[in-house]
């Protein structure tokens, strides 16, 4: 399962709440017995809204906390960086539906693009094939055998050892700062601001991600 929302490049980690796990058994009782009313009729549609508001106060409880946190990135950085990666492949590939889609990595990524927008700062998408998590962050070296569930590796070359996310995290911010130093005409625009790299954080055993 997914261990927090967002780990960053300065290796600060976002651990979110699980609404949707928390609620998960009070969730199943109220849809067995909506499966036993009869459809159509009033008790079913006094069950259904019964579901209707729990869906709703996860809902609500998972905006409420994203929209504060993309507040608080968006004001404290004068930019972002993030891979540019499809949650819901991502959570496919990895057998990850449930983990993923509770925390609303996606979802925090919207907001963020608006919020940063609105104070004209860049959200920086780097490319999904971009070899974050193997890219040693020292050397640059790569460390091609990595596999999903190695969450930390030490380089063949330097010998460093590396907490998978954190380095992917600034192996993304390094890439980010390079892109936008191509991009943006006035390439010391930001150059007194501090820069921020955010990924999701992923644990699975199954294949690797397409972005790692």
Same mark, same amino acid.
């Given at each position: 399962?997914?261990?927090?929302? $967002?780990?960053?490049?300065? %290796?600060?980690?976002?651990?979110?709440?699980?609404?949707?796990?928390?609620?998960?058994?009070?969730?199943?009782?109220?849809?067995?017995?909506?499966?036993?009313?009869?459809? %159509?009729?009033?008790?079913?549609?006094?069950?259904?809204?019964?579901?209707?508001?729990?869906?709703?106060?996860?809902?609500?409880?998972?905006?409420?906390?994203?929209?504060?946190?993309?507040?608080?990135?968006?004001?404290?950085?004068?930019?972002? #960086?993030?891979?540019?990666?499809?949650?819901?492949?991502?959570?496919?590939?990895?057998?990850?539906?449930?983990?993923?889609?509770?925390?609303?990595? %996606?979802?925090?990524?919207?907001?963020?693009?608006?919020?940063?927008?609105?104070?004209?700062?860049?959200?920086?998408?780097?490319?999904?094939?971009?070899?974050?998590?193997?890219?040693?962050?020292?050397?640059?070296?790569?460390?091609?055998?990595?596999?999903?569930?190695?969450?930390?590796?030490?380089?063949?070359?330097?010998? #460093?050892?590396?907490?998978?996310?954190?380095?992917?995290? $600034?192996?993304?911010?390094?890439?980010?700062?390079?892109?936008?130093?191509?991009?943006?005409?006035?390439?010391?625009?930001? &150059?007194?601001?501090?820069?921020? &790299? $955010?990924?999701?954080?992923?644990?699975?055993?199954?294949?690797? &991600?397409?972005?790692?």
């Amino acid at each position: 399962s997914s261990s927090s929302l $967002i780990v960053d490049s300065f %290796g600060n980690c976002s651990d979110y709440p699980k609404y949707y796990r928390k609620s998960k058994d009070k969730l199943a009782e109220e849809q067995k017995k909506l499966s036993k009313r009869k459809k %159509g009729g009033n008790n079913w549609k006094k069950q259904r809204m019964k579901v209707a508001k729990i869906h709703e106060k996860i809902r609500n409880q998972r905006n409420d906390y994203l929209h504060k946190l993309s507040s608080k990135i968006a004001k404290a950085y004068s930019s972002v #960086i993030i891979e540019d990666i499809d949650m819901k492949e991502i959570s496919s590939h990895l057998h990850l539906g449930k983990s993923t889609m509770d925390n609303g990595f %996606g979802i925090l990524r919207r907001l963020l693009e608006y919020k940063l927008l609105d104070q004209d700062k860049p959200l920086i998408k780097v490319n999904k094939w971009f070899p974050s998590s193997k890219l040693c962050s020292h050397c640059h070296n790569i460390y091609s055998n990595l596999k999903l569930d190695e969450r930390v590796w030490t380089c063949n070359i330097c010998h #460093i050892e590396h907490k998978r996310d954190i380095n992917a995290a $600034i192996n993304i911010k390094e890439e980010g700062l390079r892109i936008l130093g191509v991009i943006d005409n006035n390439k010391n625009r930001w &150059a007194n601001g501090v820069s921020l &790299a $955010i990924i999701p954080t992923l644990v699975g055993t199954s294949q690797e &991600a397409p972005s790692s």
